[in-house]
């Protein structure tokens, strides 16, 4: 496994990251031990980035993510979560308020059970909240101890352009990490996000790095989702990368892969990790298999030619 900086901060992330969305937890579809058995591989696989949210399973996956963590020393690894989804029915039970963050903090950290979380992220942007009071109980955090890095998720270039204007203008610890979903059939923050996010110091730490399975190969058909697969449990998500031009972009895909002898999980998590300005990709797993395989895009470095071949079929000449 290598380790990259998390944006300017001096923090080291794996390359490869594993996240906890729609799977571990009370309701999701991977039950507690196999979640263990998946952390567990992760860990001793040398990935010691792991990220979930308050929001998934309502706390639930916070609890299984921390437990399983719990054997390992506090400092071997860096633990993301966020704030900002909807925890309630009451009023203020969503949002980034500071009476929302600060609570949501606490009740993470008891979820957890631990001191302090490494990396704690603005879920997404609130636009009820003025963005210096959720910049301000954000550096409270670190101040306090309880966070030790802030980040923001599924933020626009725009709304990253001006956290780190308000940052810098009241002396505020910046973010130091963008998380939104990047792959290679879903490329839009190249355009904005990546060269604001470089100007700044902020390190990408990109989600759907298979575009929910489909930059694995095993959708061939749009009418037969392999059973157990991650269409069966979310298939909004999935339906949006799943379509004709896409099956046959992943079937040529797949065919560079096979003559680099990788798989195309691979072949897609090292497409990405060609960009420097992206720290860490996040994958998911229900089977400890899936780790072993995914990690290994670490040490692929692809060529120009690759590259190349890769773009055409990605983005074919027009007529």
């Not at 991977?30 to 010691?48: C, H, M, T």
Request: glycine content about 6%.
């Amino acid at each position: 496994m290598k380790y990259r900086k998390l944006g300017r901060s001096g923090v080291k992330v794996s390359e490869i990251s594993l996240g906890s969305w729609l799977t571990y937890g009370e309701g999701g579809y991977v039950d507690k031990d196999k979640a263990f058995q998946i952390i567990d591989r992760a860990y001793e696989s040398g990935i010691n980035f792991f990220d979930t949210a308050n929001i998934y399973m309502r706390g639930e996956s916070e609890k299984a993510v921390g437990e399983a963590l719990s054997k390992y020393p506090r400092h071997s690894y860096v633990l993301a979560t966020k704030v900002w989804g909807k925890m309630g029915d009451k009023p203020n039970e969503s949002g980034l308020s500071r009476k929302h963050i600060m609570e949501q903090c606490d009740a993470s950290l008891k979820r957890l059970n631990m001191d302090y979380i490494d990396l704690y992220y603005c879920h997404h942007f609130d636009p009820d909240t003025p963005i210096d009071e959720t910049m301000r109980a954000m550096n409270d955090l670190i101040t306090q101890g309880k966070v030790l890095y802030i980040g923001v998720s599924n933020w626009t270039a725009a709304q990253i352009n001006e956290a780190v204007r308000v940052a810098d203008r009241y002396l505020l610890n910046r973010i130091v990490a963008s998380q939104p979903p990047y792959n290679m059939l879903r490329r839009q923050i190249e355009q904005e996000i990546m060269p604001v996010s470089a100007q700044h110091g902020i390190g990408q730490v990109v989600y759907s790095p298979l575009a929910q399975g489909v930059l694995t190969g095993k959708y061939t058909d749009l009418q037969n989702m392999p059973e157990g697969s991650r269409a069966q449990h979310a298939k909004g998500s999935v339906s949006s990368y799943l379509n004709e031009t896409t099956l046959a972009q992943t079937a040529q895909l797949k065919e560079i892969a096979n003559d680099l002898g990788c798989t195309l999980s691979q072949l897609a998590l090292a497409w990405i990790l060609r960009k420097e300005e992206v720290s860490s990709a996040i994958i998911g797993a229900s089977r400890p298999e899936q780790i072993d395989d995914n990690i290994k895009a670490s040490a692929i470095t692809l060529t120009e030619d690759t590259l190349d071949a890769i773009e055409t079929i990605l983005q074919p000449p027009t007529a």
